[in-house]
C-alpha cells in the first residue's frame, strides 16, 4: 500500500516531468510550424508562462525546498 506521503511524492513527481515535457513539445511544435502573425503575441505569452512553471519545478527540485526536506529527513 502506497502512504500518503509516497502518493504526495509521485504526483509531484509526475506533474514535474509533465511540465517540463509540455513545454519542450510546445518549443519544438515553434520550431516546426510557422506561427500565424495575429497570434504571434498570445503564443510568446504562453511559452513564458510554461518557462516560469519549469523554472519552478527545478528550483523545487534542485533549489532550498530539495534542501529542506534533506534535512528535515
Known sequence: MISAADS???????????AIVAFVGTIYMLHQ???HP???????????VMAGIVKDVYGYYFG??????KSAK
Open 8 to 18: 504526495k511524492t509521485v504526483i509531484s513527481s509526475a506533474l514535474a516531468i509533465i
Open 33 to 35: 510550424h510557422e506561427v
Open 38 to 48: 495575429s497570434s504571434r503575441d498570445i503564443v510568446m505569452v504562453l511559452c513564458g
Open 64 to 69: 532550498s525546498s530539495a534542501e529542506g526536506e
